[in-house]
């Protein structure tokens, strides 16, 4: 079975911290996710990455940077937190960016 | 044309009905189709692949029409843990990543 973990479920944090979300897949996938997701707008894609230290914006990539220094983990970085950058942070793996995606379960992060 | 509608929902059905949803996809040349199943407050998971020749799993049945760009989930006997909300996703041409839609509430009431 695919395992996609991540490193916190729940996370506070205060505006400006810079904040650290990881992701670890062990099923030795090329492809690394990260989305947020918000009542209305569904899932958003955040960055992606195809291959240890490359990477891709995805659809809001303003106020995030990612990091991938090995194959199995994919770090999203909120550099000065928001509290519009409050959401639940789901990262992702998969073999092939068109292939099904399989989830960690997800960080709620609220910034107050 | 968004990339991925589905309709909100949500949808109330009773226990033993059986729900159909539908989606629509703007690019044609879209190769993966699959619908996801999420939970309240949970991430979403895989619930099954959407072929070109349609497939079914148990209760569950996926159709594609290439021809209208729709994909169908349709649920038969519906028992109060199918409650959820129902993601259609499809897949970009390319290497690029898979496009999720917002998503169809179900609510299955004993």
């Known amino acids: 079975d695919v395992k996609v973990t991540q490193s916190s479920r729940y996370l506070v944090k205060r505006t400006g911290e810079k904040v650290f979300l990881e992701c670890v897949q062990d099923?030795?996938?090329?492809?690394m996710f990260w989305y947020r997701q918000d009542p209305g707008l569904g899932l958003r894609l955040i960055y992606f990455?195809?291959?240890?230290?490359?990477?891709e914006k995805g659809d809001i990539p303003e106020g995030y940077s990612v990091s991938r220094e090995k194959k199995e983990r994919f770090s999203l970085i909120l550099e000065s937190a928001s509290t519009n950058q409050t959401s639940m942070y789901l990262c992702a793996s998969s073999w092939m960016a068109g292939d099904e995606q399989y989830f960690g379960p997800g960080t709620r992060l609220t910034v107050t | 044309r968004k990339e991925v509608e589905q309709d909100p929902g949500p949808f109330n059905v009773p226990e033993g009905a059986t729900v159909a949803f539908n989606c629509t996809y703007s690019?044609?040349?879209?190769?993966?189709f699959f619908w996801y199943r999420q939970d309240c407050r949970k991430e979403p998971k895989l619930l099954m692949s959407?072929?070109?020749s349609g497939n079914e799993d148990g209760r569950f049945t996926a159709q594609l029409n290439r021809a209208s760009q729709y994909i169908s989930l349709l649920i038969r006997d519906s028992k109060l843990s199918d409650s959820a909300t129902y993601l259609c996703?499809?897949?970009?041409?390319?290497?690029?990543?898979?496009?999720f839609g917002k998503g169809t509430r179900l609510s299955v009431i004993a």
């Open positions: 959407v072929y070109s």
């Open positions: 099923m030795d996938h090329e492809n």
């Open positions: 990455s195809y291959d240890v230290k490359m990477k």
């Open positions: 996703v499809v897949s970009r041409a390319g290497n690029t990543p898979l496009v």
């Open positions: 690019n044609s040349a879209s190769q993966s």
